[in-house]
């Protein structure tokens, strides 16, 4: 197995999951690491005489802040497509399994459930990227899709943001509306994990990973204050029209085929939370 983007956010969770085991491999971008070097931007470097056949390619790694992807364009393009199509294309020549990490984003605003037999209709530039990779490789047997929607945990950016504001006595700023299928990033690891197991059992190229409630950014705060940061205080504030250019206000993603993966419903936030904070 292995994890392309193993530092980052989710990455690391799964190399935690997975400390000790054996046949694991990380890889960085910057070659004095230790991990296995690998360039989303060169593919081409990369030493594909690691890969066996039915090895899982997590692939976790990409330019994923909107913002950046449409102020940025080529470079974000040179990673979230050509270099990322190209190293899939090379895993799948190995005979490799491919299980590649989307977003929600990629279906649009939608106010209403969907799951997924749903259209991609995706909304900014990280969207288009995402799904035109998803267009490109979706119908080959080795290759899979997580679309992700906000994925929560005491070291998500909002979570701590609201965690500093309760700490230091301030009042934190809560944009609203924005609306997500939040989910714990340990369901996320756990089907990274389950699927690496039961690949073949799961009869869907596309699985979409969200909680089990729609939540706004309000609803966040007002549960976290509820439950584990009772010194926390917040106001709404509305966004500038230039923020949701890029960001869909609501998206309201069920799931089919995560509860299969899991072998259970996925994690309200509310026990998330208490796991994150008695950790």
């Known amino acids: 197995m292995i994890v392309v983007g193993a530092s980052g956010y989710i990455g690391k969770?799964?190399?935690?999951?997975?400390?000790?085991?054996?046949?694991?491999?990380?890889?960085?971008?910057?070659?004095?690491?230790?991990?296995?070097?690998?360039?989303?931007?060169?593919?081409?470097?990369?030493?594909?005489?690691?890969?066996?056949?039915?090895?899982?390619?997590?692939?976790?790694?990409?330019?994923?802040?909107?913002?950046?992807?449409?102020?940025?364009?080529?470079?974000?393009?040179?990673?979230?497509?050509?270099?990322?199509?190209?190293?899939?294309?090379?895993?799948?020549?190995?005979?490799?399994?491919?299980?590649?990490?989307?977003?929600?984003?990629?279906?649009?605003?939608?106010?209403?459930?969907i799951n997924e037999s749903a259209p991609m209709v995706p909304a900014g530039d990280y969207a288009r990227?995402?799904?035109?990779?998803?267009?490109?490789?979706?119908?080959?047997?080795?290759?899979?899709s997580l679309r992700l929607s906000y994925v929560f945990s005491r070291e998500d950016k909002f979570t701590r943001y609201l965690a500093d504001c309760a700490k230091s006595s301030r009042k934190a700023e809560v944009f609203h509306p924005f609306m997500r299928r939040v989910v714990h990033r340990d369901d996320v690891v756990e089907a990274v994990l389950r699927l690496r197991e039961c690949w073949s059992d799961i009869n869907s190229p596309v699985v979409n990973v969200g909680g089990p409630e729609l939540l706004s950014r309000w609803d966040l705060a007002a549960m976290l204050k509820e439950t584990v940061m009772p010194d926390l205080e917040y106001t709404v504030v509305e966004p500038a029209d230039e923020f949701f250019l890029n960001r869909p206000k609501a998206i309201d993603m069920d799931s089919t085929f995560l509860p299969l993966v899991l072998g259970r419903p996925p994690r309200t936030i509310r026990m998330a939370a208490q796991v994150e904070f008695s950790l």
């Open 13 to 113: 969770r799964i190399m935690a999951r997975l400390a000790g085991t054996p046949d694991i491999w990380a890889t960085s971008a910057k070659p004095d690491s230790g991990g296995v070097q690998l360039n989303l931007a060169r593919p081409g470097d990369f030493d594909y005489g690691l890969i066996r056949e039915n090895d899982l390619i997590v692939l976790a790694a990409a330019i994923s802040s909107p913002d950046v992807c449409a102020n940025q364009q080529d470079f974000a393009r040179s990673v979230n497509v050509t270099g990322t199509s190209q190293f899939i294309e090379c895993c799948l020549k190995c005979k490799a399994r491919v299980l590649f990490f989307s977003s929600d984003t990629v279906y649009g605003a939608a106010t209403e459930p």
């Open 129 to 144: 990227m995402k799904a035109e990779v998803e267009g490109a490789f979706l119908g080959h047997i080795g290759f899979k």
